[in-house]
């Protein structure tokens, strides 16, 4: 019987070498915001704790950075994939879309669509996917604050970014390495964050409160 070496068949093959290879851990796609700070921080903690790329997918939201966006990309790649990123359709248990209240007026427009797809999409092994918004009041940089100053009242993102430049010097947005900057501090910045979150939900702004410290513990959590 002759041997079937059509492309669609050695792509076939591929692509069930590369499950194989697959960690035993749920895959894990992270869209966000940010264009370059919050995927580099993500990579940056999927590199640090050997995280299998295969599991964990980071990516920017390329329509935009309102949140609204973020949400509907994240839902629209889980879907349909991208051929051109090597991402295939359906193929995570867990989806996550990180964005800021800053002055976004889609942000509470985004919370209420992804708390309307969790659990109700369905992956390419037909089970109910974990879809949750992962927001910060009012930035990302809320969160990287935190590992320095413990933050109890209302602020605007020029402030905190003020004051984290006073900790790190020359931060700048997209600039990396923020994880392995601030990862001694890690879990003084878990602890504040988890108090706040005692107090306050991404719901009760302008109360500080952010939800990346939730995904950073899943993610170092993993098994590799």
Request: glycine fraction near 4%.
């Amino acid at each position: 019987m002759a041997r079937d070496n059509s492309p669609k068949e050695r792509q076939k093959k591929q692509l069930e070498r590369k499950q194989g290879r697959r960690a035993s851990y749920d895959r894990i796609l992270i869209v966000s915001e940010g264009s370059k700070t919050e995927p580099l921080y993500f990579s940056e903690i999927r590199a640090a704790y050997r995280l299998h790329t295969a599991n964990v997918e980071v990516r920017r939201s390329e329509p935009g950075t309102a949140p609204i966006q973020v949400v509907q990309y994240a839902k629209e790649l889980f879907e349909y994939g991208d051929r051109h990123k090597n991402i295939q359709p359906r193929a995570f248990e867990q989806v996550y879309a990180v964005f800021d209240r800053d002055d976004h007026r889609s942000y509470f427009d985004a919370l209420g669509l992804a708390e309307s797809l969790d659990g109700i999409l369905r992956n390419d092994a037909k089970q109910a996917v974990t879809f949750r918004a992962i927001a910060s009041v009012p930035s990302f940089e809320l969160w990287l604050l935190l590992h320095f100053e413990d933050i109890q009242t209302p602020m605007h993102r020029d402030e905190v970014m003020r004051r984290l430049r006073q900790h790190i010097i020359g931060y700048e947005k997209g600039a990396g390495r923020a994880f392995a900057t601030t990862r001694e501090r890690l879990e003084v910045a878990t602890q504040r964050a988890e108090r706040l979150a005692e107090r306050f939900t991404c719901y009760t702004d302008p109360e500080p409160y952010t939800g990346i410290v939730a995904l950073v513990k899943l993610l170092i959590t993993l098994k590799a």
